[in-house]
């Protein structure tokens, strides 16, 4: 197998593997970000550069270093390639540049928008932004495009990932669209309007990284951190039924699919579980999602109170055998070992 050395990190990846994918097994901070990679669809990847890595040595064969940044979810690794990611200035400052260039058309609009608090730009502009723009034009702007009843297009926010539409050729019956025009007048449209006829095009919700695609049942209903994810499944004839429920007090605010650390599905659901199942009755509930403790999610929500029961089981079991354990400054501390 290669073996390829990320920041200074090495490791034997099968056969094909990408510089990304490679460095996602690593883990931790040297993982490059993605916007528009995927692994869940096929052809994804290579229109955002976001990814952008600099191959310091090509392979032990040809040590020589590729002469400019290159995209780490198209590039294969090969035997003894060097890679710096966050190891490199000029990567960190071509980097910023594109996100600047993916900020120059994108609204301000984060207090009203629904993607607000789990948006992938949010996260890239905040660890990888500048602190202002040099674009000094007007920013383009769309008419908001209805696709149906449940799915709402806000072109203006896009940043043309191809997300959407990848999901729309590789999983439903057949795709109705895609992106017309090109630069600065490129849009997703032609007859997008009958892409919600399928019975998974809820999909193309979940894998808009931005609040291009937003969902209607859940628009402007609630923040993301007013509500509580709760994984749940159900014996659905369409797909596996697994999904996150994502709960405001007592009522099912909206339906998602689960995703992993990425932020990527894990598994497709179809409309019915996304759209019509908002009652709990319908589910079989698993128990509480695993928030990172990082995510403007965790905030407030049970992952505390957890850690809380956590420290008073540590106190039980510490002390002599029928000493009562009560909630004490220390217990109230999730942080606090003792």
């Not at 200035?89 to 301000?108: K, M, Q, S, Y």
């Not at 004839?237 to 894990?266: F, I, N």
């Amino acid at each position: 197998m290669p073996k390829v050395t990320i920041d200074g990190i090495s490791i034997e990846v099968p056969e094909g593997t990408t510089i990304l994918n490679a460095a996602r097994m690593i883990g931790g901070e040297i993982v490059p970000p993605a916007m528009c990679y995927y692994s869940k669809l096929k052809t994804s990847g290579g229109y955002c550069r976001t990814c952008i890595v600099k191959v310091s040595k090509g392979s032990d064969k040809d040590p020589r270093p590729m002469p400019k940044p290159v995209a780490s979810c198209r590039t294969v690794v090969m035997d003894g390639m060097e890679v710096e990611n966050i190891t490199s200035a000029e990567v960190l400052e071509a980097r910023a540049g594109v996100v600047e260039f993916l900020l120059i058309n994108h609204p301000l609009d984060c207090p009203v928008c629904d993607q607000a608090g789990e948006c992938h730009l949010q996260d890239l502009a905040y660890e990888h932004g500048k602190e202002a723009s040099r674009y000094e034009f007007k920013r383009r702007e769309f008419e908001k495009t209805d696709i149906g009843d449940k799915v709402q297009l806000h072109m203006t926010r896009c940043i043309l990932c191809y997300r959407c539409v990848k999901v729309a050729d590789q999983l439903t019956d057949g795709r109705v669209h895609g992106v017309i025009n090109r630069g600065d007048v490129a849009e997703i449209s032609t007859y997008i309007q009958n892409a919600i006829d399928n019975d998974f095009s809820g999909n193309v919700i979940d894998v808009c990284p931005v609040g291009a695609l937003t969902d209607k049942t859940f628009r402007f209903k609630s923040r993301v951190w007013y509500t509580k994810p709760v994984d749940a499944h159900r014996d659905c004839p369409h797909c596996t039924g697994k999904v996150r429920l994502w709960y405001k007090g007592d009522d099912v605010a909206r339906v998602t699919a689960r995703k992993d650390k990425y932020g990527e599905v894990e598994e497709w659901i179809c409309n019915e579980c996304r759209f019509d199942k908002k009652k709990t009755s319908d589910w079989v509930i698993e128990g509480p999602t695993h928030v990172d403790r990082h995510s403007v999610i965790s905030a407030n929500h049970y992952e505390s109170i957890r850690a809380l029961k956590a420290s008073i089981e540590r106190q039980k079991k510490s002390l002599p055998h029928g000493t009562k354990v009560g909630l004490g400054q220390g217990a109230l501390d999730p942080n606090n070992p003792n």
